[in-house]
């Protein structure tokens, strides 16, 4: 009993040891996953300029009404989906539609429209042609041809200067690059102060590109097989 | 130097463990100090509302994605292949499923790499990942035979532009930052592909190695690419005549 009394001190210290170990632990995990989270949020915003965060912006505005666009209409097509089968009718003239679009907008069928012709005169590198490629699709391209060649997903136009191809087709020293889309936007992005003409202008000096808006235009479809083997639908 | 470790040999393990936590407490509270600083600083400018802008957009963005990708899977669904249908019906449900496929509108799974592009660690600007980079890497991709290629989530489509913005990129007006992971799904030997163009080898050798940007790769029995989440869709043109 007397041995029993006397532990008891050392009991009550040895509780309270661990218990402020156990809050010392504690607040060490709060603390690490704080530093963890604080690591971990939004990176590279922070390092922006009000310039670039004020472009950011923009591209996300714009981004983001196409997006509710897109998304009113597909549930409009939902909701229509949805009558129909209700009624029990046939959903030919919705298919055709969408598989219509869907064709269209991938390069599987030809395209006709507004737009603009790029015309490029003298040598000029892959990565220049690219580059404008690129920058037309920033501006809302809808369709894209080089020398002819619809760009739909996978073609690339490489080579250098007087050796360029795109899709197993060699491109001379003149060739026209067409875009259907805004012509105003297409043309006030490209040639703006600084834009990417001028940009490929000043990386093959001895090219000459202009930019001529047209009323209309068709763009073929593409040649390439685009239909997938390894990939596979995810389940 | 004996009395010192005598003394503390005859410490209680349990003082001995409480004093090493709070050293460790000491260094975390110190470095959580440190990283709100950055924080505190440009709260208190003019950019702190342009960031929470572009933050509560970003987070819309996600949301119309994630809406567009439901909608769309649920359209899928009621245009299913109903077992009653004639078969000019039947073969329209192929067909659209087999766009959709070849759209990058679907989710796909395959053999494939996985490349991860990081920006160096010399401080040059040099050394920072760019816009030009990843799209040289998926070019590079592309010319390889690559099926289906993906950045950070975002599905590359015919439509896809990458451009810079500040240190960062945005992928199908998607804002993205580093590291940069680049997804593709191709051959078997896609990557022994790659390595075979003189090109990729000329990128590696005079861009990443040049500059010190770090990059790292993996081949992948099974990689994964998400759905293009995008518009579909035109405006300024409309289907035209031929296949």
């Known amino acids: 009993m007397s041995e029993a009394v006397a532990r008891r001190p050392n009991d009550a210290r040895s509780l309270r040891s661990r218990l402020t170990l156990a809050a010392v632990a504690a607040l060490l995990g709060l603390l690490a996953i704080g530093q963890l989270n604080g690591q971990a949020g939004v990176p590279g915003l922070s390092a922006l300029s009000a310039t670039e965060l004020t472009q950011l912006i923009a591209n996300l505005t714009s981004g983001n009404d196409q997006l509710r666009n897109e998304l009113t209409e597909l549930q409009g097509q939902e909701a229509h989906l949805t009558d129909t089968k209700q009624r029990g009718a046939t959903t030919v003239d919705e298919l055709s539609g969408d598989l219509d679009r869907i064709k269209a907008w991938s390069g599987v069928t030809a395209v006709t429209g507004q737009g603009i012709v790029i015309t490029i005169q003298g040598p000029i590198g892959g990565d220049g042609v690219q580059d404008l490629l690129n920058e037309l699709r920033n501006a809302g391209a809808e369709a894209i041809t080089v020398d002819g060649v619809r760009v739909v997903t996978g073609i690339v136009v490489a080579g250098a200067p007087g050796e360029l191809s795109v899709e197993n087709h060699a491109i001379g020293d003149g060739f026209e690059i067409r875009a259907i889309g805004s012509p105003q936007i297409l043309t006030g992005t490209l040639t703006r102060t600084g834009g990417v003409i001028a940009q490929v202008g000043n990386a093959y000096a001895d090219a000459r590109l202009t930019v001529t808006p047209l009323d209309s235009m068709t763009l073929p479809a593409s040649d390439r097989t685009q239909a997938p083997v390894y990939a596979k639908p995810r389940l | ?243």
């Open chain 2, 1 to 243: 130097m004996t009395f010192v470790l005598s003394r503390i040999r005859r410490l209680p393990s349990v003082q001995v463990t409480l004093a090493i936590a709070l050293l460790v407490l000491g260094f975390l509270v110190a470095a959580q100090i440190a990283a709100e600083g950055p924080r505190v600083r440009y709260t208190t400018q003019e950019r702190s509302p342009l960031i929470e802008t572009a933050l509560s957009l970003q987070s819309q963005q996600e949301s119309l994605k994630a809406a567009i990708v439901e909608v769309r899977g649920h359209i899928a669904e009621l245009e299913a292949l109903d077992p009653n249908a004639a078969d000019s019906l039947r073969r329209l449900y192929a067909d659209l499923e087999q766009a959709r496929l070849t759209a990058g509108l679907i989710p796909v799974q395959g053999p494939g790499v996985a490349f991860r592009l990081e920006d160096g660690t010399s401080g040059s600007v040099d050394a920072l990942v760019s816009a030009r980079d990843v799209q040289t890497l998926i070019e590079e991709l592309w010319l390889a035979g690559a099926e289906g290629v993906g950045v950070n989530g975002e599905r590359i489509v015919g439509g896809t532009a990458v451009i810079d913005i500040g240190g960062s990129i945005l992928v199908n007006s998607a804002y993205l930052s580093g590291p940069y992971t680049v997804t593709a799904i191709g051959p078997p030997d896609l990557y022994e592909r790659l390595q075979q163009s003189v090109a990729f080898a000329q990128f590696v050798h005079g861009r990443i190695e040049a500059a010190g940007v770090q990059l790292s790769v993996a081949e992948l029995q099974q990689a994964d690419l998400p759905a293009f989440a995008g518009t579909v869709g035109l405006r300024y043109g409309q289907p035209g005549e031929g296949q």
